[in-house]
C-alpha cells in the first residue's frame, strides 16, 4: 500500500490524502494516514524515485516529439526549425553548454566545437552551400 500512495502521491501533485484514498486506506482516516505515510523516510524515498522516473518518461516524450516535429515536412517552417535549434541545444551542439563555451573566469574549457551546419541541411534547414 506504501508503494500504490508513493506512485499516487507523485501523480497528483503531492496531495498526500489523495493519494492514500487511491492506495486503499480508509478515507475516513486518510488525512491522517497520508500525513504520517508521507513522511515516512523509505516512502520519501519511493516518492522521489516515482517522480525521478516521471522526470526521465517526460524527458524522453518531449525529445521524441522534438524529433518528429523537426522531421515533419508537412509542419510549418518555424515549427521545424524551433524544434531542430532545441534538439542542437540538448545535444550541446549550440548554445549553451557547448565544447568550447567560456567558464564564468572567462577561461575556454576546450573541446571541439561540433559543425552542425551539415545536419541542418540535411533537414533541410540550413544555408546550402555556394
Excluded at 520519501?44 to 522526470?55: A, K, S
Excluded at 561540433?114 to 540535411?122: H, N, Q, W
Aim: charged content about 25%.
Amino acid at each position: 500500500m506504501q508503494r500504490r500512495f508513493a506512485v499516487a502521491y507523485a501523480n497528483n501533485g503531492g496531495s498526500a490524502t489523495k493519494a492514500a484514498i487511491e492506495a486503499g486506506y480508509s478515507e475516513h482516516s486518510a488525512k491522517d494516514i497520508g500525513r504520517i505515510t508521507a513522511a515516512l523516510p523509505h516512502v520519501l524515498t519511493m516518492i522521489v524515485r516515482e517522480l525521478v522516473r516521471m522526470q526521465a518518461r517526460s524527458g524522453a516524450v518531449g525529445l521524441g516529439a522534438l524529433i518528429n516535429v523537426a522531421e515533419n515536412e508537412k509542419a510549418a517552417a518555424a515549427a521545424r526549425v524551433a524544434a531542430a535549434r532545441t534538439l542542437l541545444e540538448h545535444a550541446r551542439m549550440i548554445g549553451p553548454g557547448r565544447a568550447n563555451d567560456d567558464d564564468e573566469d572567462g577561461e575556454e574549457r576546450g573541446g571541439e566545437v561540433v559543425d552542425y551546419s551539415a545536419a541542418l541541411e540535411r533537414m533541410g534547414l540550413g544555408r546550402k552551400s555556394a
